[in-house]
């Protein structure tokens, strides 16, 4: 299997460094393609592939393709590249907003699928979430798997519609995490714990809370009334985050992260 990847930005990068860790295809059958030299050079030395700037005939010598680039830059991107691709070649994009509809219009192409992965890729945790046209076969759908499952957990939609509204779930859900982390991290400080100390105290928490409901295997709602002693602590600031309508706000920012999605999406 020989495999490019268009873009060496964040996304590229993880996903090219995840699969080159995890062995899933040799270094030597790897072209990343990315205008940027800095990133380039850096992200070829990291993993032995090979690298150029630029579109040629060297694509038609691939199977599948990965375009890892900017959305706003993904229409003059897959212009540049229909004029070297072949019917046979997969093509997968994990740019947000951009349709299987859009890419068959862009590239001529049938076979193509959409993959919303997260940035927790970057360590080979990632959450994928992939549809693909009804031009892809069974292995092609197998090799989907095969890659993005090496970058973390990788799953199917039913539909494409599905896409948008994992962008909003696990697509931005690092984010929302990330900013209820801040919280716990700034009420760590104002109750007299070190920057270091309570940046160590929320990770740690947040960490083996993840891990305990994953060995667990319930939902999050027993773990939490495990958790929650009539009277406790815990039960205090629960009941405070209800009387804030903080669960109703939680829902409504994901909806409006979704709506988005779907705005973006052409």
Known sequence: MRLIIIGGGNMGGAILLALVKAEVIPPKNILLIEPDDAKRQNLSKATCCESQAEFNENVRNYDLLILAVKPQGATPAMELLAQWLLPHQLVISVMAGISLQTM?????????????????????????????????????????????????????????DAIDAATAISGSGPGYLFYFAEQMTESAKSLGFTKEEAQLLV???????????????????????????????????????????????????????????KELTS
Not at 246 to 256: A, F, N, P, R
């Open 104 to 160: 068959h219009e862009a590239l001529g192409q049938s076979k193509l699928v959409r993959v919303m992965p997260n940035i927790p890729t970057l360590i080979a945790e990632g959450m994928s979430v992939f549809f693909a046209s009804k031009n892809v076969d069974s292995d092609g759908i197998k090799l989907v798997k095969t890659l993005f499952s090496s970058c973390g957990t990788c799953l199917e939609a039913k539909n494409e």
């Open 203 to 261: 990770q740690k928490t947040i960490l083996g809370a993840t891990q305990l409901w994953e060995s667990q295997q319930v939902s999050p709602e027993t773990l939490r009334k495990q958790v929650s002693s009539p009277g406790g602590t815990t039960l205090a600031a629960l009941n405070h985050f209800q009387s804030k309508n903080v669960g109703e706000s939680i829902k409504e920012g994901i909806q409006q992260a979704y709506l988005r999605a």
